[in-house]
């Protein structure tokens, strides 16, 4: 695959940071862990499926995921097929600003409205995702894919500050709930136009050599020879199948926070301004030192702090310790996506990443769908508190898969590379 020259590198670095800014403000009014999950309390949905909605999020996003790869296995105009994917996720979007800033419903039903433009709206996220992750391939030279992404995360962060300032102002202001969230929604559907707009003047590289046409048996073959032959991409599966209990506890942060201190709900805000920030940081972190000391440390990092947060959640009899939990929450979020997205373009080498990063979450959903029942169980029949304390002990048994067992795909690439030279 050709290189991009420096020029079109910092142009491309600009735009995908815009791209990014964007989708940070507009998330900022609907994240699954402190918006939608108070939304739902606060309309009156199960316990169950407050706790559930991270978890279902990721389910969401991963069943269509294999399809969107299949059907993207011959793609020639990558760009084109990129921003036609984005133009998926806007109609859900309008329908939840539409319901709940004109009609505005409420009684026991009312949550189920909006649960159903939310599983619309996972869904469409699940067809973007292998085709964003092929693009983006193709915007960034390898070496320095790290930094790239690490960056471009970064300024999502920034957005995302900037966007829970608005939340807070919009949450305490005396427009009458629902239609506050339905207003925050129109302007996540706003900023969501505006970065996919973006993406038309991003320059992309083309293959050195033209990929030949895969067939459906073509594309089978090699999901099979991927899960049969890949031993350490498997390792790398198991450990995240334990790592999925994060889900469960980012759903419930926020409300577990509120149940134990009664505070107002626009401090969803506060809880989004901290959580971005350190996103940022540690989304640059990341990919810095993913480039130099590979992307499987920023993995085990990522996780470390969602343990933290477990943990902080558990022992905090202070805001102070509240504010801390989101703080954590925000450093595991924000290393995991430079370094998870770089994990699979190491794996993939010089094949589909389209396809290993459809294999990773799809081979997850199960697990996800597992760890929602038995939270829900747990968290209804013994407490939060309790199922806080699964979760802490899952994460180090993740953690400990991932350290020990899971070679790092960049540093054996780089190692093999130094061995040829």
Known sequence: MERLSRHDLRHNLKLNSAHEFCWGFGMAFHTTYAIVPLFLKQLGAPTGV???????????????????????????????????????????????????????????????????????????????????????????????????????????????????????????????????????????????????????????????????????????????MIIKTHIDFRRYLIARAFLTVIFPAISLYAVFMQEKFGFDISTAGIFTILNVVAYGLSSYLSGKIGDRFGHKMAIVFSFTMHLFAVLTALFTTTMFGVYAVFLFLGFGLGAFMPASMNMVYSFAGKNDSKLYMALVDTFLAPFILITIFTAVYISETFGTAQLFWVIAILLCVGLAIMIFYVKDPSLTEKETERILV
Not at 53 to 75: E, K, T, V, Y
Not at 97 to 111: E, I, S
Not at 148 to 162: D, H
């Open 50 to 224: 407050v706790v559930s909605i991270a978890g279902l999020f990721a389910i969401l996003m991963a069943l269509p995921q294999l399809f969107s790869a299949l059907m993207g296995r011959n793609i020639r105009n990558i760009k084109s097929v990129a921003i036609g994917v984005h133009l998926l996720v806007w109609p859900p979007i309008f329908m939840m600003g539409f319901v709940f800033a004109f009609f505005a419903p409420t009684g026991p039903t009312a949550w189920i409205y909006y649960y159903t433009c939310f599983i619309l709206y996972g869904i469409s996220i699940g067809f973007l995702i292998p085709i964003w992750t092929d693009f983006l391939r193709h915007a960034v030279n390898d070496d320095s894919r790290g930094a790239f992404l690490g960056v471009s995360f970064a300024f999502n962060s920034v957005g995302g500050f900037l966007g829970g300032i608005i939340v807070k102002i919009l949450f305490s202001s005396s427009i009458i709930f629902p239609k506050n969230f339905g207003y925050g929604f129109f302007i996540y559907l706003l900023m969501v136009m505006i970065a996919t707009i973006l993406y038309l003047d991003l320059r992309i590289k083309s293959p050195a050599e033209k990929r030949p046409h895969k067939s459906v048996g073509d594309f089978l073959s090699e999901t099979k």
